[in-house]
T-cell receptor, first 111, second 116 residues
Framework: NAGVTQTPKFQVLKTGQSMTLQCAQD?????MSWYRQDPGMGLRLIHY???????DQGEVPNGYNVSRSTTEDFPLRLLSAAPSQTSVYFCASKRRSGEQYFGPGTRLTVT | AQKVTQAQTEISVVEKEDVTLDCVYETRDTTYYLFWYKQPPSGELVFLIR??????QNEISGRYSWNFQKSTSSFNFTITASQVVDSAVYFC?????????????FGKGTRLSVIA
């Protein structure tokens, strides 16, 4: 049981490049979400999904796209990276009883 | 709207001291969950505890204890005899009870430094 996995662990992009952050969970959780964490800003919700085919915006969705074709996977796409998207990104999945489990994070730098 | 406030941005203690991290929440729900997470310097986010609003009993796990007081909307976390390994950012969070499909609301975290 791997829990929540994320790839890559580190990524450097140039401004304007696109990329997809991968997230997968093997706990059969319906709910998954993406956060970004910047110094002094805590965790900010980007997008979340309550099941395959259903996604919704969080607090800071601009510049990011998501889709959910399976229960297991919830990729986050950066369409045109900007320096303001330099951050640590966490994927999470949540049990119906509320506990949320996080992946190890992806450290993204946009130059 | 739900809100979680962790008023202590940073706390520094000397090893073996006891320390309490404060968490105050706001919600209109009558039933809800409260959580604490730990983020050590290595960066991962670790689930520590879930408490539902029905149960106001304090919980103790080793050196960790949690005090839930519905009357003051607080869910405070105490570390007894702190150790250097307790140095981390600690987040308090809140979610509603009746649906597992709404986002957790996080506080901004308290950075605890335990000095040897």
């Amino acid at each position: 049981n791997a829990g929540v996995t994320q790839t890559p662990k580190f990524q450097v992009l140039k401004t304007g490049q696109s990329m997809t952050l991968q997230c997968a969970q093997d706990m059969n959780h319906e709910y998954m979400s993406w956060y970004r964490q910047d110094p002094g800003m805590g965790l900010r919700l980007i997008h979340y999904s309550v099941g395959a085919g259903i996604t919704d915006q969080g607090e800071v969705p601009n510049g990011y796209n998501v889709s959910r074709s399976t229960t297991e996977d919830f990729p986050l796409r950066l369409l045109s990276a900007a320096p303001s998207q330099t951050s640590v990104y966490f994927c999470a999945s949540k049990r119906r009883s509320g506990e949320q489990y996080f992946g190890p994070g992806t450290r993204l730098t946009v130059t | 709207a739900q809100k979680v406030t962790q008023a202590q941005t940073e706390i520094s203690v000397v090893e073996k001291e006891d320390v309490t991290l404060d968490c105050v929440y706001e919600t209109r729900d009558t039933t809800y969950y409260l959580f604490w997470y730990k983020q050590p310097p290595s960066g991962e986010l670790v689930f520590l505890i879930r408490r539902n609003s029905f149960d106001e009993q304090n919980e103790i796990s080793g050196r960790y204890s949690w005090n839930f007081q519905k009357s003051t909307s607080s869910f405070n976390f105490t570390i007894t005899a702190s150790q250097v390994v307790d140095s981390a950012v600690y987040f308090c969070a809140l979610s509603d009870y009746n649906s597992g499909n709404t986002p957790l609301v996080f506080g901004k975290g308290t950075r605890l430094s335990v000095i040897a």
